[in-house]
């Protein structure tokens, strides 16, 4: 059976990751800084760790108890400056799976991180600029390592059910809003296909709107 990591199951896209990939009956491990915050890792069962991305020290010990050939999903982000986990804690996961020889990564960050940033208003800029330039820090980061990686960056967020009209795409300009869990099932969708290794995408759900 498949495992699937996912850092940043407390909350948020982390959380309905790891919804979608238990439903799918893939074996989760759930990585936090608090894993309580989500009970429902213990209602499924999930099996659970404790890791602040932000402590080097930890990061290692988490990753090197992970099964090498799993398949490692981060949703880790913060707009707080006093929790940095967008590029620090991405920089020492990264690292950590690089010496431990766990390949496959998949990298959710945002629209407008890397060279999306063009596209983003100036109100975005103000509201999040500083989060996605975290972020765009930790996809550099990421191209430069040795990781079978991919890189995901969703519209704005919203909870809700799988639509199955979420929509991939490369290289253009795109604005919009997604579900959590169809988020989770287009990360499934890269995570099966070989030729996402290496390449950056971007996801919304044109049937939403504002």
């Known amino acids: ?3 699937v990591v996912i850092f ?11 919804e979608y990939f238990h439903e799918q009956g893939f074996e989760v491990i759930g990585v936090a800084r608090d894993p309580a915050k989500n009970p429902r890792l213990a209602e499924l069962k999930v099996q659970a760790l ?3 991305a932000t402590i080097q020290s930890q990061v290692e ?32 996961l990264i690292n950590a799976m690089e010496v431990h020889d766990i390949k496959r990564f ?8 890397g060279d999306s940033w063009q596209y983003l208003s100036e109100r975005s800029k103000q509201g999040f600029g500083a989060a996605a330039r975290e972020k765009s820090l930790a996809e550099s980061w990421l191209q430069t390592s040795t990781l079978d990686y991919t890189i995901l960056r969703p519209g704005g967020l919203k909870d809700g059910d799988l639509t199955h ?15 959590r869990k169809e988020v989770a099932r ?3 969708e890269l995570l099966n296909t070989e030729q996402s ?8 759900d044109p049937e939403l709107s504002w």
């Open 106 to 113: 998949l990298l959710v960050t945002s629209l407008g991180c």
């Open 197 to 204: 290794v290496g390449q950056i995408y971007q996801c919304i």
């Open 165 to 179: 009209t979420g929509q991939l795409s490369q290289h253009q300009e795109v604005h919009g809003l997604i579900h």
């Open 186 to 188: 287009l990360a499934h």
């Open 8 to 18: 940043g199951a407390a909350s948020g896209l982390g959380a309905a990751m790891v």
């Open 61 to 92: 010990q988490t990753v090197s108890s992970l099964p090498k050939e799993a398949w490692v999903i981060s949703t880790m982000g913060s707009y707080r400056a006093d929790v940095p986990v967008d590029y620090i804690g991405h920089r020492y």
């Open 50 to 52: 404790s890791c602040d």
């Open 1 to 3: 059976m498949q495992t």
